[in-house]
């Protein structure tokens, strides 16, 4: 893992980061005991206009969004990069972040030669809007020195494309569209249930009522009485019940696709803390490295002195 003096070191001569039209001091001075912070150039939101080729993706992005909860946004990173052979990168979001309620869901490594931008997506999953801008810190990068052969093969990175905004739902999974309908659903189902309810009761009553009043109604008239109103209610009554079936299997579907969309999350979630769990992890195995180097180092020199 690689601390700030070889990442400052490897910044003024090799130009690892770099950022458009700035000099490298402001990354330089983001550089931490062995991370960099990454910053915000611009922000993508769901927007379908961008699909116009005539439109400058480049020129689409907001420089200040309030994300909503449930809101996704893609983000175009700052800084350049262009890695040699021999290093290697890891990022995540930042602490800060993630204690706000947004979460980055496409943490991971970036191989080695690659050259280029890399893009972000963010989602909010806490009750409260977050407020992001351009030039703020979005993702923390760790480097670290790779051994072996990794080959040629350059890779490059174009940062955020159309592709990319236009696969964007306005909110986290398009839950936004997904929930009314599921409301819809369960409203209906129960006004339909309902509905069923009053109308077996008045078939019910109107079947009663000739068998009542024999004494009165003669058969013919009865059989006319049956005809002109029990039977069409009683077919009202059984596409009723049919209808209602069907909505309560449309629901038992949809509660199964948001336990899904729970599970997913979920899966985020562990895949970010076993993310974290293992930089912890390489971090105390590099202080275990280090240190006796380190004492050695010191040793030699108050021999020498």
């Known amino acids: 893992m690689l601390g700030r003096s070889e990442i400052i070191k490897l910044i003024d001569e090799e130009n690892i980061l770099s950022v458009d039209g700035s000099s490298t001091e402001d990354i330089k001075n983001r550089t931490q005991a062995s991370s960099v912070d990454l910053t915000i150039k611009s922000i993508y939101t769901a927007d379908k206009t961008i699909s116009n080729s005539n439109i400058d993706i480049g020129n689409a992005g907001l420089d200040l969004i309030d994300l909503e909860p449930g809101q996704t946004i893609v983000i175009q990173v700052a800084e350049r990069f262009d890695l040699p052979s021999t290093i290697g990168g890891i990022i995540f979001p930042p602490n800060s972040m993630s204690k706000s309620g947004v979460i980055m869901t496409n943490p991971g490594h970036i191989d080695p030669l690659f050259s280029g931008y890399i893009s972000v997506y963010l989602v909010n999953m806490g009750k409260s809007p977050v407020r992001l801008k ?105 596409q009723q019940q ?35 769990s293992d930089v912890k992890k390489l971090f105390n195995i590099l202080d275990k490295e280090l240190t006796p180097e380190i004492s050695q180092k010191k040793g030699v020199e108050k021999i020498e002195n």
Not at 208 to 231: C, G, M, R, W, Y
């Open 242 to 276: 049919i209808e209602i079936a069907a909505l309560k299997t449309d629901l038992a579907d949809k509660n199964n696709q948001l336990e899904n969309l729970r599970l997913r999350i979920d899966e985020k979630d562990s895949q970010i803390q076993n993310l974290s």
């Open 134 to 238: 351009k030039g703020s810190k979005v993702a923390t990068l760790l480097l670290y020195y790779i051994n072996g052969d990794v080959g040629e093969s350059n890779i490059s990175g174009g940062g955020v494309s159309k592709e990319q905004v236009l696969t964007l739902s306005k909110d986290f999974a398009n839950l936004d569209t997904r929930m009314p309908d599921l409301l819809n659903s369960v409203i209906r189902n129960k006004a339909l249930l309902w509905g069923g309810v009053v109308i077996s009761i008045v078939a019910l009553f109107f079947t009663l009522v000739p068998l009542l009043s024999e004494q009165i109604f003669t058969n013919k008239a009865i059989d006319a009485f049956k005809l002109e109103h029990v039977k069409p209610l009683k077919h009202i009554n059984n």
